[in-house]
């Protein structure tokens, strides 16, 4: 993050904007060093929220991971800031950079950017879960689901892979809805890279309930206010989803990039500053290449070493030429 680009957050938080009298977004795509764009007050409008959004869009850009297109994930921003209106610009800014660090779109899919009382939050969902650990390529693939009443479900845990763990949807039920009962488990497990399956991790709505409980201070927060507007007061099961997931790191091998994800939602959750935890492009290119290059090593070490050439039967090798003439001093020498 640039000198000027958290001075300008530092500024926006403390409510004293620097450069007052400049007008938001004019002329240049970012703050010119050591100086900031007028920071507009809760009170104004989402368009004024992209007009100074729109001076730090070099400095946003430069987090997306290489590959990420711009277009779409500024156009998601834009979607969501009339949901963004009465947070902190500053809030806003982070939770756009700590989102822009991972690559993730906030359209609703893989990430959102919401309120968390006057603040604006970067909040990953179960599929930037699963896309964050993908990524590495240790984990091929994730796969998760919700088991309802009318399904048959069966995990034995002693039973060996894969046959210990089935889920066979009711399809009959799930042409009519009302029929095929409520939700009664969430799942997740993921294949490993090897072929091997994890082990799954399996949460009922009573782990569910006991996780918002004890762990979630965005639902503590809610309910002290008064409040029933967090994830989980309007998504349960994602959420219960998403704590799957997040339990897989326990026995799944992860990346960098998936400690860093859970370290910003928990900061998220918290009310703690996100982008401390975000990674950087440039280094979280560095670490995926390292990883990448300790896989290919493990995975020489698996290849049989080549055949040595053998020499014909009955073939007898020349004798070398010895240099400079016989030697003196033959036989008969004492």
């Not at 004293?16 to 920071?39: K, L, N, S």
């Not at 809030?91 to 603040?119: H, K, M, Q, W, Y």
Request: glycine letters at 8%; a neutral charge.
């Amino acid at each position: 993050m640039s000198s000027s680009l958290l001075a300008a957050v530092k500024q926006a938080a403390a409510g004293t904007p620097a450069g007052a009298g400049r007008p938001a977004g004019a002329d240049a795509e970012e703050a010119p060093a050591g100086t900031v764009p007028t920071v507009p007050s809760s009170a104004e409008t989402a368009e004024a929220l992209h007009a100074w959004l729109t001076r730090f869009e070099g400095q946003i850009l430069r987090r997306l991971p290489k590959g990420t297109e711009p277009g779409p994930f500024l156009a998601a921003v834009r979607d969501r800031l009339p949901a963004l209106e009465g947070c902190s610009p500053a809030s806003i800014l982070e939770a756009v950079l700590a989102c822009a660090s991972f690559g993730f779109n906030p359209d609703g899919r893989e990430a959102v950017l919401t309120r968390e009382g006057p603040l604006a939050v970067f909040i990953p969902t179960y599929r930037g879960y699963v896309r964050a650990m993908t990524n590495s390529g240790a984990v091929t693939s994730i796969r998760t689901g919700l088991v309802y009443a009318c399904d048959e479900f069966v995990y034995e845990p002693t039973r060996p892979v894969p046959d210990d763990f089935r889920h066979v949807p009711n399809m009959d039920a799930r042409k009519r809805k009302a029929e095929r009962g409520e939700p009664v488990f969430a799942y997740a497990f993921a294949w490993l890279a090897g072929g091997d399956r994890s082990q799954p991790v399996i949460l009922s709505r009573e782990d569910g309930e006991e996780i918002r409980d004890q762990y979630s201070r965005a639902y503590q927060r809610a309910v002290t206010e008064g409040r029933e507007d967090t994830f989980w007061h309007t998504d349960f099961w994602h959420m219960v989803v998403k704590s799957a997931i997040r339990r897989l790191p326990k026995t799944v091998p992860m990346s960098a990039e998936v400690h860093a994800l859970m370290a910003v939602d928990e900061a998220a959750d918290e009310r703690r500053p996100q982008l401390e935890h975000a990674p950087d492009p440039e280094a979280a290119e560095l670490v995926a290449e390292a990883e990448r290059a300790a896989r290919a090593a493990e995975a020489s070490q698996d290849v049989p070493a080549g055949t040595l050439r053998v020499k014909g039967k009955g073939r007898r090798s020349k004798p070398k030429k010895q240099r400079g003439g016989p030697r003196r001093g033959g036989r008969g020498r004492s």
